[in-house]
Every structure is written in C-alpha cells, then in structure tokens.
T-cell receptor
Framework: QKEVEQDPGPLSVPEGAIVSLNCTYS??????FMWYRQYSRKGPELLMY????GNKEDGRFTAQVDKSSKYISLFIRDSQPSDSATYLC?????????????FGKGTKLSVKP | GAVVSQHPSRVICKSGTSVKIECRSL??????MFWYRQFPKQSLMLMAT?????????EQGVEKDKFLINHASLTLSTLTVTSAHPEDSSFYIC?????????FGPGTRLLVL
C-alpha cells in the first residue's frame, strides 16, 4: 500500500460546480497536510496548508482533514475554467522544514465553461 | 506567497554533457532548499535536501556524484546533472522552505538526446 493514495482522474465538471478532491494515507504520524495546484509544465503552487485535523477555508477553497479516517479533502466552490489543473495533496510528519513531503499522484481537473 | 524562480525553464542537451539548473528564493532567505524530479504522470519525488553551507543530503537511490548540488547562499541552490543520459530526461523542480512549508519553483524541463 502506498503511503498516499489519490485518484488521478481525470475529473471533468461544468463551470460553477462544487468539486471534491480527496486523498487517503496510511501513516498515522502525518501531521501537516497541504494541497498544491499544478498547471501543465509548471511547478506546484501552494493552495492550502493545514496542521492536524479540522477545516480551513480560503475563499472558494476548503480543506478538511480527518486524521481518524486518514482522509483529507479539498473542496472548490463555484469552480471556474481557470481552476483546470492537476491538484496534488502532500503531507509530512515534521512540517515543511524537512523535505519529507509525501505527495499523491495528483488529480487532473477540467472545468468546462 | 513566497516566490521561487528556476533557470533555465527548458534545456535540451546531448548525451554525455552536463547541465546546471539554478534555484533562487526571490523574497526570502532559505537555509534549506529541496530538489524534486517528476516523470510524466507521476508525482514529485524528492531527490535531495540542500543545506546552505553544508553538503546536501540525498535520498536513497539518487547518485550524489551524478546530481551535484551546491547551496552557496541563502537564496541560491544549483543542481548539476553530470554526464546526462536520455533516462535523466525529466521535469526538475526545486522548492525552498519558508517557516511552515515549501514553495516551489516553476520547474526545469530537461531533455537529453
């Protein structure tokens, strides 16, 4: 079993839809959880950063962490064509100061106008 | 958010030559930078951790004599792919640690002919 599992998609939704992206993980020691957005041929861009369990909201984006289920989610409200990208979840035990971010494979999202 | 740049963005070289990639943190100082590699449809894989003023730490399976890393200042780390071969063709991405998490550069696409 891989440490982080993420459905690669592709996921196609109409503009305005609510998008739900998810990752599961096996290492219960993970405490830091991140979502990155990666456009084609570009580096990942940090979207959300969460420590431990709970919810975090930033504009149209909401990140949820359920450590008891080892499950994290990213919700995108009122999705836009500009949201079309690959979304990577990442997590670590010690935080960003060490390189041991473990990434999911990424989910490719397409938002159709 | 913090800005990290990479240069060049794309490079094509002949087999056996060496290629240097620069990673700069533009608006913050980073004592630690990281180098990742991403193959098509795969997730980011950490290659090495670059520490300012000291030797880099390489992940298992990454040849330190082939991938030379220099972190000469708090804003610059370089990765040199020595004697590059076609199997080294990939997307190389650096990141810099800032407080809580990592910020990624835009990536360098290397094609070895």
């Amino acid at each position: 079993q891989k440490e982080v599992e993420q459905d690669p998609g592709p996921l196609s939704v109409p503009e305005g839809a609510i998008v739900s992206l998810n990752c599961t993980y096996s290492n219960s020691a993970f405490q830091y959880f991140m979502w990155y957005r990666q456009y084609s041929r570009k580096g990942p861009e940090l979207l959300m950063y969460t420590y431990s369990s709970g919810n975090k909201e930033d504009g149209r984006f909401t990140a949820q962490v359920d450590k008891s289920s080892k499950y994290i989610s990213l919700f995108i409200r009122d999705s836009q064509p500009s949201d079309s990208a690959t979304y990577l979840c990442a997590m670590s035990v010690y935080g960003g100061s060490q390189g041991n971010l473990i990434f999911g494979k990424g989910t490719k999202l397409s938002v159709k106008p | 958010g913090a800005v990290v740049s990479q240069h060049p963005s794309r490079v094509i070289c002949k087999s056996g030559t060496s290629v240097k990639i620069e990673c700069r943190s533009l608006d913050f100082q980073a004592t630690t930078m990281f180098w990742y590699r991403q193959f098509p449809k795969q997730s980011l894989m950490l290659m090495a951790t670059s520490n300012e003023g000291s030797k880099a730490t390489y992940e298992q399976g990454v040849e330190k004599d082939k991938f030379l890393i220099n972190h000469a200042s708090l804003t610059l780390s370089t990765l040199t792919v020595t004697s590059a071969h076609p199997e080294d063709s990939s997307f190389y991405i650096c990141s810099a640690h800032n407080q809580e998490t990592q910020y990624f550069g835009p990536g360098t696409r290397l094609l070895v002919l």
